[in-house]
């Protein structure tokens, strides 16, 4: 059978078609044209032009994030590729597969500081998993394979593909020949934990009198949640859950502590405090979780199960480290528990049950604040993530901005399935909301799609307000109207004398309904306590319509609980006025 | 703490500087850095030496296998192995005993009326102690490879 000849930008196409990619997100520009054109020449793929470069690559995150599936951004070269970083650093720090193809100059004009050309793979280099540039059309359909790989496997990230156009020019034919399969001789991530390292982490398990779960985005990534849970039933142990990693184990359920860190809640920071064993699957002991290292949990044995061998003792010395999927680590340890299961003892955990008991008794975060008419006359953020919890009975995708209100949405909103909760933990991205949210509802086109955001966050993407509307996103945007770039000021409030430097524009904020409807959607404003709930029906009432629902909460309200910086994970403020050291 | 480490990556342009720039965005030194290619054309082997603890080491082995272009990393500080560095100084013939360069087991690798090139070998320690004894004859130019290494048993850094 004689192979067909094509263009390298049709074997791109082609090559993404292969690898089941059906929707991409980008910006054209000259050194993308030729691309530009393949696209138009085909039809199983869905090009969605966005706003800004960043737009497209949150948005690939988005969509990665809630589908499991990776996301794809395709850019120009120059300023159109200088965009995408941010989103790359946000997709790298929280390990997502993103694969972003950049136009770049003629092969010939790269170095000579020609229009439009900027060192791609030298800008992205410190924020991506690999990155290729394309030395021939020829390599195209194996760099995209390969590329794809890498991006999806072991410890999930973003690749970047530099391409110069003379690569894809229409006028060059080559044979196109999907590769089947790959093998990179420098990369074979491990799968299954090591047998022994799984028996000495089941010792642990079944002497543990005081232990907590505490998992990460890996398990989310690696769709181990029913493992995890299923582990977490078995052992009767309580679980905790990173920012990153809630929705891994049903937020509803009686064992489930909340989130633990920085702004974890009271019972998650005090058990990990205070516990005689962590078990930690893919999360990484970072310094929002463990506040200051040296004081971190003193007592408790470590079990660590990660796919990136360079996280096991990077911050925390680890009894027990095992490299391995989430899945198939918890699974062997699961297998190995069937074998020993006379030796689990529920009842020995039972003080520890109670005293976690009690302390989320003491200081637990108060999930029924949406009746009280707020004393001080606005509406508290906290209720607004109530009254969305409410509305939408748990189910919707919740994306987020950063700042108070990515907290409150965290701690206030029960995530029982994974994928549901959508942030940028990791770098803390300003403006990832709402195009991630819109690579979500793209991905699940049937679902409530949410973005809590802020007055802030909002502006920092809000130029994708176009992009929903040419492709009808019936997105809900959340906004937590405090003023103010509210988490900068909490600081600026604790630690700064209330100094509020350049943290406020209360009288140059934008009338967002006018906004939204400008950009032919529907805005909502809320001012009072009374008006909260039925506005928030209205919003998911009106199916197909983008709503931007534009809420005045507190501006003088606070995170908390908060960790005391320098101290152990058991130092919380837990208001204005308390603090537990 | 100073270590030597090893490692074969892809002969391919960018690797070398995914190496180099993982030390820098991580916050580890360099202290010397030699690259060439191997007898496998498709692989180049560099020797590098830094400073840090044992978890330092730890994570830089760690962190360079992790990058997609690195091969294989060996530690060579963690069993025995032979290190070499060479080392070569100019002088002016009138400040320099051929004596002393004799006794430091240096060769003359170059002369001419004017000036000497001289050549030596040994550990990065050895080579310390050299420069300090040739101090007093002033040397005009001092040039150092860096560290390079083999293990001295039947591990090899091969694929
Ligand atoms: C791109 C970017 N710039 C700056 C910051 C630092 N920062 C973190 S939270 C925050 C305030 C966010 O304000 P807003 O979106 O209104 O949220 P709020 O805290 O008021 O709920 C800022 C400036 C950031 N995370 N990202
Ligand atoms: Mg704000």
Not at chain 1, 338 to 348: A, E, F, M, N, R
């Amino acid at each position: 059978m004689s192979k067909e000849q094509i263009s390298g930008a049709d074997a791109l196409m082609r090559s993404l078609h292969e690898e089941g990619v059906d929707i991409v997100f980008g910006y054209p520009g000259g050194a993308a044209l030729h691309i530009y054109d393949a696209i138009f020449n085909q039809q199983h793929i869905e090009h969605i032009l966005v706003r800004h470069e960043q737009g497209a690559v949150h948005a690939a995150d988005g969509y990665a994030r809630s589908s499991g599936k990776p996301g794809v951004a395709i850019v120009t070269s120059g300023p159109g590729a200088t965009n995408a970083i941010t989103g790359l650093a946000t997709a790298f720090m929280d390990s997502t597969p993103v694969v972003v193809i950049s136009g770049q100059v003629k092969s010939n004009l790269i170095g000579t500081d020609s229009f439009q050309e900027t060192d791609m793979i030298g800008i992205s280099r410190p924020i991506v998993k690999h990155s290729f540039l394309v030395q021939r059309a020829e390599d195209i359909p194996s760099i995209i394979k390969k590329a794809f790989h890498i991006a999806t496997t072991g410890r999930p990230g973003p690749v970047v593909i530099d391409v110069p156009k003379d690569l894809t020019d229409p006028e060059y034919k080559f044979d196109f020949d999907y590769p089947k399969g790959v093998d990179i001789r420098s990369y074979k991530p491990a799968k299954e934990g090591h047998s022994g390292q799984i028996k000495r982490a089941v010792k642990l398990l079944l002497e543990a009198k005081k232990p907590v779960i505490y998992s990460g985005g890996g398990v989310i990534q690696d769709n181990a949640s029913s493992e995890l849970t299923k582990l977490a039933t078995l052992l009767d142990f309580p679980v905790t859950n990173t920012l990153m990693g809630l929705g891994a184990y049903p937020g509803t359920d009686q064992k489930f502590l909340g989130m633990l860190g920085m702004h974890g809640t009271y019972e998650a920071n005090m058990a990990m405090h205070n516990c005689d064993l962590i078990l930690a699957v893919g999360a990484r002991f970072d310094d929002r979780i463990t506040n200051n290292p040296d004081k971190f949990s003193l007592s408790a044995k470590k079990i660590h199960i990660d796919i990136d061998p360079a996280s096991l003792s990077k911050i925390i010395d680890i009894d027990v480290p095992v490299v391995g999927s989430a899945k198939e680590c918890l699974d062997q340890i699961i297998e190995e528990l069937g074998v020993q299961s006379h030796k689990i003892d529920h009842d020995k955990l039972k003080p520890w049950h109670e005293e976690i008991s009690a302390w989320k008794e003491a200081h637990g975060l108060n999930h029924k604040l949406l009746d009280q008419k707020p004393t001080g006359g606005k509406i508290l953020p906290q209720q607004v993530i109530q009254s969305l919890y409410k509305e939408t009975k748990g189910e919707a995708f919740i994306t987020s901005d950063v700042g108070q209100h990515q907290m409150f949405a965290a701690q206030y909103y029960f995530f029982d399935k994974p994928r549901r909760w959508i942030n940028s933990g990791g770098l803390g991205t300003m403006g990832f909301g709402l195009p991630a949210a819109m690579g979500v509802q793209f991905a699940f086109p049937e679902s409530d799609v949410a973005c809590v955001t802020g007055e802030g966050s909002i502006q920092m993407c809000i130029q994708e307000l176009s992009t929903c509307l040419q492709y009808g996103l019936p997105i809900k945007i959340i906004n937590l109207n405090n003023a103010a770039l509210g988490m900068v000021k909490q600081w600026q409030d604790m630690n700064y004398g209330g100094r509020h430097s350049s943290s406020t524009y209360e009288d140059s904020l934008p009338d967002f309904v006018a906004l939204a409807e400008s950009y032919g959607h529907v805005g909502i404003k809320v001012k009072k306590h009374e008006d909260l709930e039925s506005a928030m029906k209205e919003c998911f009432a009106l199916k197909d319509k983008l709503v931007f629902l534009d809420v005045d909460v507190d501006p003088n309200e606070h995170v908390y609980p908060m960790l005391e910086a320098g101290m152990s994970m058991e130092d919380m403020h837990l208001s204005k006025e308390i603090k537990t050291w | 703490m100073k270590r030597t480490v090893a490692l074969l990556m892809e002969n391919q342009p960018g690797a070398l500087s995914r190496v180099v720039g993982l030390f820098s965005q991580r916050g580890y030194n360099i202290e010397s850095l030699i690259v060439a290619a191997t007898e496998d054309s498709s692989l180049s082997r560099l020797t590098m030496t830094t400073t840090g603890d044992q978890k330092v080491i730890e994570q830089i082995t760690k962190q360079l296998n992790k990058l997609i272009d690195v091969v294989k990393v060996l530690d060579l500080g963690e069993s025995d192995y032979v290190e070499r560095e060479l080392l070569l100084v100019k002088f002016l013939h009138e400040s320099v005993n051929k004596e002393v360069i004799k006794e430091l087991n240096g060769e003359i690798v170059f002369e001419n009326n004017e000036l000497l090139n001289i050549q030596f070998v040994g550990t990065s320690k050895e080579l310390d102690q050299v420069l300090k004894d040739l101090e007093s004859s002033n040397p005009l130019e001092i040039v150092r490879t860096g560290a390079s290494g083999i293990s001295s048993n039947l591990k090899t850094l091969t694929i």
